[in-house]
């Protein structure tokens, strides 16, 4: 009977870490599955007429490399990639503060 506990609890951690592990394998999964190309941050910088190494000036390549990262994760990508945004940005974009950044130092410059 003492010999059963440290099993248990050994089977226990296992599930737990099999559970943790497929988590961050479905992360993963559904991260690349989306990944069919460019993603649609810039073509947005283009559509404002910016280039990319004008928004880097105006930013940074940290705050570009984070905003690269935001959009290939977002939700609405597939919305994005379909062309929905070259009149208006969707909505809902987690970059819309970025390109109000980057619309009000085109302005300014």
Known sequence: MDSLIPIL?????????GVLLSGVVSGWRRA?????GPVPFFRLIE???LTLAAAE???GINELAR???????C?????????????????GCP???????????????
Do not use: M, Q, Y
Not at 75 to 91: K, T, V
């Open 75 to 91: 939700a609405s990508r597939r919305a994005c990639d379909a062309g929905g945004f070259r009149f208006a940005r969707p909505e």
């Open 32 to 36: 690349l599955r989306t990944d069919e």
């Open 95 to 109: 970059n819309e503060p970025l390109f109000e950044r980057l619309g009000h130092r085109e302005v300014l410059s």
């Open 67 to 73: 905003a690269t990262g935001r959009c290939s994760t």
């Open 47 to 49: 559509r404002d007429g």
């Open 9 to 17: 609890i050994t089977v226990a951690w296992i599930a737990v870490f």
């Open 57 to 59: 000036a105006a930013v």
